[in-house]
Structure formats: structure tokens, C-alpha cells
């Protein structure tokens, strides 16, 4: 890498880092995400793209890197295993279930069973999670194995670019897995009908997944990860339930990232307004709170303004069906009342896969 | 042009009710296109369903906040342009609100509706133990429909059809409800009489 590189790598990771700390760098910084968008603007089959890492990093860095000035990417590859992983569930790939260029589908069927809770206390998660992979998942293991040993390649090649690596691992908490894993429908009924059980099966993996997260911040050096939130999302659930089977398990998540140096990034899709206030609980100026749209992010603002930054959230829709015009005036009003301290612009959730280039282009242009 | 969305739990019984209804629709007469979730709760076969008249347009909710809405919006517009139907049913995912279909729709940019219409279907077997869990979901399913349907009353027991009735009734006063069974053809055929043409003037 040249020394040129690597000045404005040190300067882009700078401005992250002090929009992390509460600071107001010297713009706001733009890290956004997207992955099935790259494969069609760059013309490649969305099912090479989701199935062989090499090509996903490299149509990833050659549709981003010709779009404007980035700080940084929230992930460096993509491999459509990964949802199985933390979903437990089967998957609809294109090119072998689905037409080439369609997008993947989690298969939202109930593979795990009740008694698998206690296979979990039974055997130890890690080991029943390999057994779970080898008989009701197979090749995914293979697959994710496969993912992982690109990673390095990817990083040093997105950094070629100038471009920051910023969050390209993704944890969750045990509930995300078993709601995978039994299909929400029966999770949540898990909930009602065994709730001891899915707590104690919830706390033998708890320190399973810590420790494999503390092992790969060390092995890959990352500087954050996303720990992600989907179903466990507020307007889905009780409060009662929220307060037992979900929010407990982020903390320590979120300890342990910090603890090991990286930036928590809590990629918490769909609406968390209700709970808000309890983020205020975790380590001030150490985590990003990164929203799709959903969450009122004003109000976010307002509740966790001083204490957490705040990413996020151009809407998807509006990506998608929205004008240039639409997309730089929701950004400049974001930068404004959500920034520009402690503020990094991003879309919300993901890039969508037909998201207009124009679109994509004025969210990241919105910045200078 | 016509439009009922439905919203309700995963495993309410909204794609047989929604099935059931369709097909009664189009043997009245009605061009009836239905939007569903490819990766919906009962499988559809969509040949048959051809067969009986009814359009079945799938979408992809792969991520239900990314690209959900777009989709919908997507397939609507070229259905409208391409198909012409009297009557679009909608069933939204199993975790989508009526107001996260109205917000997806706020991007529709085909012709104006004649009427629309919320419909929340409620299943009474399992409502105790997902309103205890899912407290916010459920609520939000309901409160602002036009009209509710207490389903699966042929498997359902009296109490549970009360408290369903019950449930509907608080979180949503002004709504209409209905109690009735997907296999029960004369229900059916009220229901049909009754939604077709009977929303809202947009």
C-alpha cells in the first residue's frame, strides 16, 4: 500500500472513530452496505455472486469504489451461508432453487424442534450447533469455512481502495438463532409454553457465542463487528419478555466487544422506539446504534444523542423507488438533525438489490 | 379497481381465508389478482389457481425491511398495468402492520383504488398465548383495520372465539368484526358480497 493509501485510510478511520466517540469530525462519514445491489449493477448472475466469496468481494469493491468518495464499508464480503448460521434455517438460492438473478430467501420452517433445548444443555451449544449444521444444514459449515478464509484478501483489498473495513463480522443473540431455528411462529409460542427452557438453553449458548466473538475480534483484528437484531425487535415483542429474553444477552454481547477493543455496531433492524431508553445502559461513546428506517431515528437522537452514535437510515424504499432529489434532501436533513456529531450516514439495513445507482450515488455524494 | 390487504399473524389462517375468498370472488365474476409472499404459509399452486381464474403474483421478503415493500409496490403497478383486475388481495407477511403495508403503498404510483380495505384476521386457538408474547405485534395487526375476522371457528372452542371477539372489540372499537371458518362456503360467500366494492373511497 502506498503511503498516499494510507494516509487517507489513518484519515477515514479517524473520522469514524470520532463520530464513535461523540465527536464532530471534520464531515460526517459515510459507511454504507450493500450487497446483491453490486451484482446487478456490475452484471454479474446473483447466484455466483452469493455463492462464490471471490467474486462477491470483487464486484462489492468495483461497484462501491466507482461510486463516490466512502469512509468506509460496513461488510467486505458476502456469502449467502452466512444466514443460515444465524438463523439456523434452510435456504432458497438462486441459481439452484431460485431463477440466477432472483434474490435469497430464509426458508422460514421449523428445523429445530422442542427437544433440541435439551440436546443444547445436554450436549454444550458448540457441539450440538456442529451436529445441528452436519445433519439438518449440510454444506453450510463447508461454505462458511470457505467465506471466512477470503476475509483477509477482501480486507487488504478494500483497504487498497482507501476504503475502511468497518463491521464485516455479524454476532446475535441466542434468541436469533432459535427463532431461526423453530420458525418464529413457534419460538414464540416456545416462549409461552416452555419459557424456563428456552432461558436455559439461552444461557449455555450465551457463552459459546462470546467466546467464538472474542476469537474472531482477535483473528481478524477487527475494528467492529455488527451485532445484530431482527426478530427480537421491540414492536415485536412484550416488554415482560423483552426484558428476559433479549435485552440480557445483548449487554454481554456487547461487553465482550468491547472488552476485545472492537465497535460494537448494533445493526438493529425493524422498531425499537420502545426501548430506546434502555441502550443507555451500555458503555457511553463505545457503540453505534445503526437503524433501518423503522426505529424513529429523531427520536434516537433525542434519548441517545450524548451517550451512543447514531447510523443509519436511509430507507431501502426509498432507494429503491425514490428520486436523487428525495434521497440528498432526507440525507442533508439527517446530517443536520442527527448529525453532525456522533453521526454516520448509511442506508438503512442494506442497499436493496434494485436500488437506483443514482440514488445510492446522492446518499453517498450528500456527505461533501 | 378494488384493494384488501390482510394482516395477522404467521399461521393465522390468512392464505387459506384469502384463498377461499379469491376463488369466491372469481367465480362471481371478478378478475381477482392475489399478491402473496413466496415463502407464504400454506403452499399455493398457482396452476390451479389459474385455472379457477385468480392471478397469483408472489413476492420475495428475503429481508422484511429491505425489500418487502418494494416488491409490493413493484408487482402492483404491473399488475394493474398489465392485468386489469377488479379486486388486488394483498396478504402481507406474517409480521407486517397495516401501517407498514400503507407506508410500503405511500410509493404506489399506478392508477387511484376505487376503495380500500384493512382486513386483521385473528386466530382464537392460539390468541392467549401470542397476545401474552407478542403483545405489540398483535396489537398493531389490529388497531386500525377496517374489519376483523376471528378465524378457524370450527376448531376453535366458544370461550376462545369469546375472548378472540373480546381482544378485537378493545384494541379496535370501531372496526367491523366477523367470526367465521375458511371451509365454511356460505360464510364465505357473505364475506365475499360483503368486501367486494365495500372499502373505503380513496
Not at chain 1, 104 to 118: N, R
Not at chain 1, 133 to 148: C, Q, S
Not at chain 2, 5 to 17: A, E, H, R
Request: hydrophobic share 45%; glycine share 8%.
Amino acid at each position: 500500500m502506498d503511503a498516499a493509501t494510507q494516509r487517507l485510510l489513518e484519515e477515514k478511520e479517524r473520522r469514524i472513530r470520532d463520530a464513535v466517540a461523540l465527536k464532530t469530525p471534520d464531515r460526517v462519514p459515510i459507511v454504507p452496505l450493500g450487497d446483491a445491489f453490486t451484482a446487478r449493477q456490475a452484471g454479474v448472475k446473483v447466484s455466483d455472486f452469493c455463492t462464490d466469496p471471490q467474486i462477491a468481494y470483487r464486484t462489492m469493491i468495483e461497484v462501491f469504489s466507482g461510486l463516490g468518495e466512502l469512509d468506509g464499508i460496513q461488510h467486505a464480503n458476502y456469502n449467502v451461508h452466512l444466514l443460515s448460521t444465524i438463523w439456523l434455517s434452510r435456504l432458497k438460492i438462486p441459481g439452484r432453487d431460485l431463477g440466477e438473478n432472483d434474490a435469497w430467501q430464509v426458508e422460514e420452517i421449523e428445523l429445530m424442534t422442542p427437544e433440541d433445548y435439551d440436546a443444547i444443555l445436554d450436549e454444550g451449544f458448540g457441539p450440538w450447533l456442529e451436529r445441528y449444521f452436519a445433519e439438518r444444514l449440510p454444506g453450510t459449515a463447508e461454505a462458511f469455512a470457505a467465506f471466512v478464509a477470503t476475509l483477509p484478501d477482501a480486507f487488504a483489498a478494500w483497504r487498497e481502495k482507501g476504503i475502511v473495513v468497518f463491521s464485516p463480522v455479524l454476532a446475535t443473540v441466542p434468541y436469533e438463532y432459535f427463532c431461526g431455528g423453530r420458525s418464529m411462529q413457534q419460538f414464540m409460542l416456545d416462549m409461552h409454553r416452555r419459557p424456563d427452557k428456552v432461558q436455559a438453553a439461552m444461557d449455555a449458548a450465551l457463552p459459546f457465542l462470546k467466546e467464538q466473538m472474542r476469537q474472531v475480534i482477535r483473528g481478524l483484528s477487527l475494528m467492529g463487528l455488527w451485532i445484530g437484531g431482527w426478530r427480537t425487535a421491540s414492536e415485536f415483542l412484550s416488554p415482560r419478555l423483552w426484558e428476559r429474553f433479549v435485552f440480557p444477552y445483548y449487554k454481554e454481547l456487547v461487553d465482550v466487544a468491547i472488552e476485545e477493543g472492537a465497535i460494537p455496531v448494533l445493526h438493529f433492524d425493524a422498531d425499537w422506539t420502545r426501548d430506546l431508553e434502555r441502550l443507555l445502559e451500555l458503555p457511553k461513546g463505545k457503540c453505534v446504534l445503526s437503524l433501518d428506517g423503522k426505529t424513529d431515528i429523531f427520536k434516537a437522537k433525542e434519548i441517545l444523542g450524548d451517550h451512543m452514535c447514531i447510523m443509519g437510515d436511509v430507507p431501502p424504499r426509498m432507494l429503491s423507488l425514490g428520486t436523487p432529489a428525495e434521497v440528498t434532501a432526507y440525507c442533508k436533513r439527517l446530517i443536520n438533525e442527527v448529525g453532525p456529531g456522533g453521526f454516520i450516514l448509511a442506508q438503512g439495513c442494506c442497499i436493496p438489490p434494485d436500488a437506483k445507482y443514482e440514488n445510492v450515488k446522492a446518499m453517498i455524494d450528500s456527505v461533501q | 379497481m378494488d384493494l384488501l390487504s390482510f394482516s395477522g399473524f404467521l399461521g393465522s389462517g390468512k392464505t387459506t381465508l384469502i384463498l377461499a375468498l379469491a376463488k369466491e370472488l372469481a367465480a362471481r365474476g371478478h378478475r381477482t389478482a392475489f399478491i402473496v409472499n413466496e415463502v407464504g404459509e400454506v403452499g399455493v399452486d398457482q396452476r390451479i389457481l389459474r385455472d379457477d381464474g385468480l392471478e397469483v403474483y408472489e413476492i420475495t421478503s428475503g429481508c422484511i425491511c429491505c425489500q418487502m415493500g418494494v416488491d409490493l409496490v413493484k408487482t402492483m403497478e404491473a399488475l394493474v398495468r398489465e392485468e386489469r383486475p377488479q379486486n388486488i388481495i394483498i396478504e402481507a407477511s406474517g409480521v407486517a402492520t397495516p401501517d407498514g403495508i400503507a407506508d410500503s403503498l405511500s410509493y404506489y404510483g399506478g392508477p387511484p383504488f376505487a376503495s380500500t380495505r384493512s382486513i386483521g384476521v385473528l386466530d382464537p386457538t392460539r390468541l392467549e398465548a401470542l397476545i401474552e408474547v407478542m403483545t405489540p405485534l398483535i396489537e398493531s395487526q389490529i388497531a386500525g383495520v377496517d374489519e376483523i375476522i376471528v378465524t378457524k371457528t370450527d376448531l376453535a372452542t366458544g370461550a376462545e372465539v369469546a375472548q378472540a371477539r373480546s381482544v378485537a372489540e378493545r384494541l379496535n372499537p370501531k372496526a367491523a368484526l366477523r367470526t367465521l371458518s375458511a371451509t365454511d362456503p356460505v360464510a364465505l360467500a357473505d364475506l365475499a358480497r360483503s368486501l367486494a366494492g365495500s372499502g373505503r373511497t380513496s
